[in-house]
């Protein structure tokens, strides 16, 4: 099994978490949004596999490059 690190596109707040440890993924499903700079930008699986672990929560604050997940597939 593959491990992949999910990390932030940018520096930004967490706005909403769209799937939960355990889900399953499809490559492309979106598993969070981060809000910055006014933008919602969304943060997807590159793979298909199972999302191991959440690192963030809502409404915290992240930085650019920051692992906000695990996922295996």
Same mark, same amino acid.
């Given at each position: /099994? %593959?491990?992949? *690190?999910?990390?932030?596109? =940018?520096?930004?707040?967490?706005?909403?978490?769209? *799937?939960?440890? &355990?889900?399953?993924?499809?490559? $492309?499903?979106? @598993? @969070?949004?981060?809000?910055? /700079?006014? /933008?919602? !930008?969304? !943060?997807? %699986?590159?793979?298909? &596999? =199972? @999302? *191991?672990?959440?690192?963030? %929560?809502?409404?915290?604050?992240?930085?650019? $490059?920051? =692992? @906000? %997940? =695990?996922?295996?597939?």
């Amino acid at each position: /099994m %593959a491990q992949h *690190r999910i990390e932030s596109l =940018v520096t930004g707040t967490v706005w909403k978490l769209e *799937r939960q440890a &355990g889900d399953t993924l499809a490559e $492309g499903d979106t @598993l @969070l949004i981060i809000e910055s /700079m006014k /933008m919602e !930008i969304p !943060i997807d %699986a590159p793979a298909n &596999g =199972v @999302l *191991r672990e959440l690192l963030v %929560a809502e409404g915290e604050s992240v930085a650019e $490059g920051q =692992v @906000l %997940a =695990v996922m295996v597939s």
